[in-house]
């Protein structure tokens, strides 16, 4: 299959920290859960076998031939420029030698090709407050043939022990808050799509990943900011969201297409797309122009840069701007009205089809916006939209699907659950957690938290 | 025409051999789920995976016989489907839908995470389990054969007859089975669970029974895939190959024993044309590299099983053989 191949280009691209975890902490994390790994590993597999890795380890670049590469850079120090990276064979030639750039990183090609290399850093050229990690300034890394091989000095920057777990907890809170707030931005669409038509949309993720690549394409190859991009992306968004309304799902309503059918539709066209998007963006994940080199600003108990703060108040302002007009205007009440009974609303005098194009169309613009808070912090791939659906589903099923309100408190449960969750599990299978979780509230509440009954049918 | 008589080759090829054997075997299994029973299975290529790894680990790295790696794969299957339907099998088509999809994504991920990598080999996955099955061959596997005007290795030939063998085999048993009372109650199923019910059939074991016994034919799907690829990766087994396999199955005909096995053929026969065809067009310069390079080419098979699904099911739901009426197409 081809399934390699498409693959293949992320091995390289994939770029920068995983999800804007600093490698230090992601080391740190693996030393001390390294007991229980094990353990809940196993129960992992028992209850379900299922979880979720996120990111491959860091590369710079796709290249040709063998290299070295990897990034210096710790939370609080941001990324750490001028530090010089030596490569020896394992007999103890020096390969060559290299500093790293002013994003941190370094790549060192290799001309003996694949074999046994030791990469080391000069750990005084470090700035104040940066200590080497527990193994010290040297790395030993066996490259394989053709392969950019990522190596990751696990540096320290003081924030391990000050305070202990707690201030991890919280750390983690305050990221899983984040995170939750992206996801319930994309999956309110979602869940109000589905309480208005019944139509369990899969199609959702790209909607996601179209509103990022466009305010990619806008932002970086049109110079314009991010700000403005982002306000075009959403309204491209909700064009598609209307498109896909205007031109597929409302003639389907009108042949009487069942839910099951309409269903794997949405698979199909979601396929269509992300392929789509995939031939036309490529399979690079590419970061935004602006705000990219922050620095994590210190708030006492955790730390924060300045852009994860932004994404949180954006989503908190659209998500209770959003809330209101459900509650308050006219449109909003209707939404909820035709969630609640399309038949009774029509009767009512609901013009139901306009009520489900305006859902489309909020839900688009949402979507867009949650793609580039996303992009943001994760930057932007073809894939982006589809592998967050899952966890929107999650959310919005915890929350009770169909419910507007239910989409925000089961996403940021979600949110959060999954990023705490990496205080007892390895950080490539934290969302096992939000998976897990899934299909625990399917089991003892399907109706989810604010859901009802006659919903699960 | 040279060209176009070596992509009509090539696709036959593919169109008979153990790739489109794989989606056969995962599209009957489907057939079993959805067509006869009406399960939304989204999750069958997690048993694939399963199977493909029983065989994988158990030979290279607990170093047992081959065919013990079948009964492994076989086994984690059963037991995969077991636990995926206990909590599941009461909810309503879509909710099933999200959790396999889920699960099989989870699984995934589990098998190339860096902390499944003493187990699975992570990302670079298990290779060099399947020799001595190849050694099996009654021929010369070192050799090429030619079949009408195809060319075959002696072990890809092998796979390829003992592949559909099994589809074979499991045809019979999908055709005897659901000529059975057992079959008839699935079918009921599928068109009214309350009146099954009212009838005093246990709708959730006859469920659970239907979901079992298509993990397995899933789980020797990827048995195939594995031994004929020669190993075995976990990104090999995405949710994608699920949906192709759907397609495979609506294409052919849902509900139709011969339908998935149909369906696969033609899917798989499509597909390496169009891959085949589009890529001498672009290495022809007839259609320009600005528009479509090669390394896209790999993308379009996707493209075009999303379109086709979306317009199979908005235009012939059952497919080339199916009866409309024996589609489930509404969610209870």
């Known amino acids: ?457 | 025409m040279s060209d176009l008589l070596d992509a009509l080759a090539i696709a036959l090829k593919s169109g008979l051999g153990f790739q489109a054997i794989f989606f056969a075997l995962l599209a009957i299994g489907i057939n079993v789920h959805f067509g006869y029973t009406g399960l939304l299975n989204f999750g069958q290529i997690a048993f694939a995976m399963l199977g493909g790894f029983g065989i994988a680990i158990s030979v290279s790295k607990w170093g047992m016989p081959f065919w013990v790696g079948v009964v492994v794969g076989i086994v984690a299957a059963v037991v995969l489907a077991l636990l995926l339907g206990l909590p599941t099998l009461r909810l309503r088509a879509d909710y099933l839908a999200i959790v396999t999809i889920a699960t099989a994504e989870g699984l995934r991920l589990l098998f190339r995470s860096v902390s499944a990598t003493p187990v699975t080999n992570g990302t670079r996955g298990l290779s060099a389990f399947n020799q001595s099955f190849i050694a099996l061959a009654p021929w010369d596997t070192q050799r090429r054969y030619a079949i009408l005007g195809t060319s075959w290795s002696g072990g890809e030939l092998w796979v390829a007859t003992v592949g559909w063998v099994l589809v074979a085999l499991a045809s019979l048993l999908v055709f005897q089975l659901m000529r059975s009372p057992w079959g008839r109650v699935l079918k009921a199923i599928r068109e009214d669970e309350d009146a099954v019910r009212a009838l005093g059939k246990n709708v959730y074991s006859y469920k659970m029974q239907a979901l079992v016994l298509g993990a397995v034919f899933g789980a020797l799907g990827g048995m195939v895939y594995a031994v004929g690829t020669g190993s075995a990766i976990p990104d090999q087994y995405q949710n994608a190959n699920t949906f192709l396999a759907y397609a495979a199955l609506i294409l052919g005909g849902a509900a139709r024993v011969l339908g998935p096995v149909v369906g696969s053929i033609i899917l798989l026969f499509i597909l390496q044309f169009a891959d085949t065809g589009l890529r001498s067009l672009i290495s022809n310069g007839i259609i320009p590299d600005t528009l479509l390079s090669s390394t896209d080419v790999a993308q379009i098979r996707f493209v075009l099983v999303g379109i086709g699904l979306m317009l199979l099911l908005v235009f012939r739901p059952q497919g080339i053989f199916g009866d409309r009426r024996e589609v489930m197409l509404d969610a209870r």
């Open chain 1, 1 to 457: 299959m081809t399934h390699a191949l498409t693959r293949a280009p992320e091995h390289g691209a994939r770029t920068g920290p995983p999800r804007g975890r600093p490698p230090g902490r992601f080391r740190r994390l693996f030393a001390r859960t390294a007991g229980r790994r094990s353990l809940v590993l196993a129960m992992l597999v028992a209850a379900f076998a299922m979880s979720v890795a996120t990111l491959l380890p860091s590369g710079v670049a796709s290249a040709e031939g063998e290299r070295i590469v990897g990034t210096l850079q710790t939370s609080v120090s941001g990324p750490i420029p001028d530090v010089e990276v030596t490569v020896t064979t394992a007999s103890g030639d020096e390969v060559d030698s290299a500093t790293t750039d002013e994003n941190g990183r370094f790549a060192i090609d290799l001309p003996d090709g694949a074999g046994d290399y030791t990469v080391s850093i000069d750990g005084d050229a470090l700035p104040d407050g940066v200590t080497l990690g527990p193994q010290g300034d040297t790395r030993d890394v066996t490259v394989d043939n053709g392969r950019s091989q990522p190596v990751n000095f696990g540096l320290q920057d003081g924030t391990a022990n000050s305070g202990g777990g707690n201030v991890r907890a919280i750390q983690l809170l305050v990221d899983g808050l984040r995170f939750g707030l992206i996801i319930a931005v994309c999956a309110v669409g979602l869940s109000l799509i589905f309480g208005t038509t019944g139509l369990t949309n899969f199609a959702h993720g790209e909607l996601v990943t179209i509103g990022a690549i466009v305010a990619w394409y806008v932002n970086v190859q049109g110079g314009v900011p991010l700000i403005a991009a982002t306000l075009i992306a959403m309204v491209v968004g909700a064009g598609v969201g209307a498109l896909h309304e205007l031109a597929l799902w409302r003639p389907l309503r009108k042949r009487g297409t069942g839910l099951v059918a309409a269903l794997v539709v949405s698979i199909g066209l979601s396929l269509l797309l992300r392929y789509l998007l995939q031939i036309i963006y490529g399979g690079f994940s590419n970061p935004y122009a602006e705000y990219q080199s922050q620095r994590a600003q210190s708030y006492g108990v955790f730390t924060l840069t300045n852009r994860a703060l932004a994404s949180i108040v954006i989503a908190l302002v659209v998500l209770v701007l959003v809330a209101l007009m459900l509650q308050k205007t006219k449109i909003g009440k209707a939404m909820r009205a035709v969630s609640d009974n399309r038949d009774l609303a029509a009767s009512s005098g609901i013009d139901v089809n306009r009520v489900i194009l305006i859902v489309w169309m909020m839900g688009g613009a949402l979507a867009a916006l949650g793609g580039v808070l996303l992009g943001l912090s994760d930057q932007v791939q073809w894939d982006m939209g589809f592998r967050l659906l899952l966890l929107m589903f999650a959310g919005v099923t915890l929350g009770g699907l169909g419910t507007a309100y239910g989409a925000l408190v089961g996403s940021v449960i979600i949110g959060v659950f999954v990023q705490m969750s990496t205080l007892v599990i390895p950080d490539d299978v934290k969302y096992v957690g939000g998976l897990l979780l899934l299909i625990v509230i399917l089991v003892i509440r399907p109706q989810g938290i604010l859901g009802s009954r006659a919903r699960i049918g």
